[in-house]
């Protein structure tokens, strides 16, 4: 009889724990929320609710306490009831102020993205190159005229363009493989920063959904689907700067919802030769929902950008007097790009455990840059100008199914991603060449077209039991880069293919509902120039990144969240197209050790605050110690601030951002000089008006944004000089802003 009872008592137990809570959710305009996170605090399991705002939450009973919580929602708090598990349940959030605690930890190898989140909807990104300063460790410097992409600073390299971090904005991929100015450029300033409503991200190589150039990691942007409001503003501040900005809706019905965004920007710079910057940027959304849970999403934009450039400067023209900080040796480079992007994303809901999700895009691409970073070195009389210049097509599409809570015995859930996916990019006239004063090509130094196809599959694979979460994963990919040299005597059209097998593992503890300890690893790879790869014969193609992480994120209050890390990642030997002089150079293995450490803090409900530190320990493997210094690759980076809202009418924040002193060299002989610049902005918001104004460099520092170790001869030397030239950053620089909402 006692062995009846213990059987009949284990089937009960597992009727009970099979079942599951199911149902939608809206906001107050009865519309679907997506990405909220639905918590059972009993079991510690978690789901999130689709486009359609459908979830399901299995091994629930009677009795168990459910979290529901979104950023910028009132969170709550739900008791099982035997009705809700026999019933869907619709659930309602009401609009919230943004609050830490309306974040909860849960065990998803992104979970620290979803913290940094809340910096990101405290303080919306007010400029392009403000956008990556978001993600922690993360530093960005300009250092042509405004209009080229940002140089990129993570876990102790020097990123160049993009060279080592994967940026996507809503699955369009931002990096240009085989760029005329360098692998990987990332140019982000076709996305307007009103249009962001989310940055999610990730450091290290352990995702098996990201690709090619995720050794230091990836940031993905996400868009607004909708607006809640229109939304208008105008600019004016220092140096000849507008900004005109303006967000529509034009269709908002319970099936489709369409708005159009627009920015032009112009601006002069604080260098004594005028920028004579302007940027357009156009935007467009449309959203529907068909038959069957499913939404199509259509995103068409252009964007067009031209400026002038004081370019770097070497330090010894300003020690004698030649020019002052924001002065040039050749005033004449600068640049134009633009590109106009068509993408589609679709989305099918199968049920509430299962998905499709498809992503096509269509990219047009111009690039035009002359840059002079040698001056009279190479050229005494006509001097050292190169052009830079390409235009690109790339198409690519991918689909990934999701298949959610399936239970694999009594306490393991299983759920899995599956998803295959191409990129084509056709490349043509990319050339290097030597002028003179924008106008006269000297002589080419490299000509040709490129086409480089990348295809991809991926299996991401996830298993909860108890309190562990395990995430084996694998990716796998295949190139072909082809490139005809138009400089060749005769007819020259070479091609390389290789493959490449990337395995993760990543393991999540969850100590509890405010403690949860990781270990990540996996390898990773970034692709080379299509250049390189037919010219070293397709030696050293994808060299790999291996990496690891050992971490914890805690929350041990609803006001407070804590992080850190302890990292390590490899690199193999690569060889490197030099953009800027045509040449292949082999760069080595290297090894980097570092600490990644944060903190945030809803001191009040008006008061946020946070800071990120970040060190990084990296070297050349194969060179002597003392030779083996990675040039202007940061060891101590930080960034942090104060925001404040719901203090009456007043909004705000101080920021700041921190570098310290690096190596320029191998050696270590030339050093690039560090910073602490602070920036500051205040808003009275009366009615639908909003007055801010905006303070980059509150403090007025003096400091050098960009920096090089680089051999240099001006017109009136006789021999090269090695040492730094660096482009200033911006002085004290205010400007004001009216904004209205309707």
Known sequence: MKHYLSVAFILLTCIMYAQQVSGKIFNTENKPVEEVSIFNKSTQIHT????????????????????????GYEPRTIVVTQDNLNTPIIITLNDANISLNQVRLVAEIDAFSKFVDVDVQASPVKSSQEILRKVPGLIIGQHAGGGKAEQIFLRGFDIDHGTDVNLTVDGLPVNMVSHAHGQGYSDLHFVIPETIDNINFGKGTYYADQGNFTTAGYVSLGLKERLNNNYISIEAGQFNTNRLMGMFNVLDTNKSSAYIASELSLTDGPFDSPQNFSRINVMGRYNYKLAGDQELSLTLSHFQSKW???????????????????????????????????????????????????????????????????????????????????????????????????????????????????????????????TLNRKTILDYK???????????????TEFKTGKWTFNPSARIEYFKFQYEDKLSETYSDKAETKMRVSPKMNTIYSVNDKVQLFLKAGMGFHSNDTRVVVANNGQSILPAAYGADLGTLIKPTDKLALNASLWYLFLEQEFVYVGD?????????????????????????????????????????????GENYIPLAPDLTSAGGLLFD????????????????????????????????SDFNVNYTLNNWTYSIIIENLFNTEWNETQFATESRLYDEVAPVDEIHFTPGTPFYIRGKIAFTF
């Open 48 to 71: 999130h609710s689709s486009t359609t705002g459908s979830f399901s939450l299995n091994k629930t009973k009677v009795s168990d306490t459910i979290y529901i919580s979104r950023l």
């Open 308 to 434: 002038g450039a004081s370019g770097q400067i070497p330090q010894r023209a300003i020690d004698d007097g030649s020019i002052d900080r924001f002065g040039a040796i050749d005033d004449t480079e600068g640049g134009e790009t633009s590109r106009t992007n068509v993408l589609l994303n679709h989305t099918k809901v199968i049920d509430n455990d299962k998905s499709f999700k498809t992503s096509a895009y269509v990219s047009q691409y111009n690039f035009e840059l002359f840059s002079n970073f040698t001056f009279y070195l190479e050229d005494p009389i006509n001097g050292d100008q190169i052009r830079q210049f390409e235009e690109r097509l790339t198409t690519g599409a991918s689909t990934v199914y999701e298949h959610r809570n399936i239970e694999l015995g009594q306490n393991t859930l299983f759920k899995y991603q599956a998803g295959v996916g191409f990129r084509y990019d056709n490349v043509d006239d990319v050339e290097l060449s030597h």
């Open 446 to 460: 490299a000509l040709g077209d490129i086409d480089e196809v990348n295809t991809y599959a991926f299996l991401n």
């Open 581 to 625: 002089a045509a040449i292949v150079e082999p760069s080595g293995k290297s090894q980097r050790l570092g600490i990644d450490f944060g903190a945030r803090y809803q001191a009040l409900d008006w008061l946020y605050i946070y800071a990120d530190v970040n060190y990084a320990h990296g070297r050349s493997v194969e060179d002597p110690d």
């Open 646 to 677: 719901n203090l009456g009418r007043f909004s705000g924040g101080l920021n700041y951002r921190y570098i310290d002193d690096r190596p320029a060299n191998e050696d270590n002989s030339i050093v690039a000089e560090g910073y602490f610049v």
